[in-house]
């Protein structure tokens, strides 16, 4: 009998409590989990994904709390698209998602556009309680136009 045996992808899956120490974790849960993969922790890819990671389990604690509930972080390694794949959900799924323009002196309010700055894609998916924000982020630098650009 022929098996074929598949290799599971690279991937973190951890509910982490919803104040800003979580927020903290999930941000050095990536760094590691992304040094483990083979993106040292200085590196862009590894810089990136903590920024993004920051950003989204930051609205999650802030905006998507619900007293009593965890978020959770999820990150899976997609190597035939060399993408990093980021998911965070949280139980909150009665607020939709607002990118506000925030003023320059303003503290908050400029997650979301730093998030689409970032990543190659990103949305938000509804779940039974709650919402996921996801979003995919490329691990090789992209070849962007510009001054000296080929």
């Known amino acids: ?28 849960l990536t760094a590691s989990s992304l040094a483990e993969w083979g993106h040292s922790y200085d590196s862009e890819p590894n810089e990136t994904a ?9 609205n999650a604690v802030t905006h998507g709390r619900v007293p009593g509930r965890d978020f959770e972080l999820r990150l899976a390694l997609l190597p035939e698209a060399d993408t990093l794949r980021v998911e965070v959900s949280d139980p909150r799924g009665d607020r939709p998602l607002k990118t506000l323009r925030a003023a320059p002196w303003d503290e908050h309010g400029r997650g979301l556009i730093v998030v689409d700055a970032l990543a190659r894609t ?7 309680v709650g919402k996921t924000v996801w979003a995919e982020l490329p691990l090789t630098p992209e070849k962007r136009g510009g001054p000296g650009a080929p």
Not at 2 to 20: D, K
Not at 50 to 58: F, G, I
Not at 122 to 128: D, L, S, T
């Open 50 to 58: 903590q920024l993004l990671v920051s950003e989204l389990a930051t």
């Open 1 to 28: 009998m022929n098996l074929e045996i598949s290799t599971p992808l690279p991937q973190l899956v951890q509910r982490l409590s919803a104040t800003p120490r979580g927020a903290r974790l999930a941000r050095r």
């Open 122 to 128: 990103w949305g938000v998916r509804e779940r039974i």
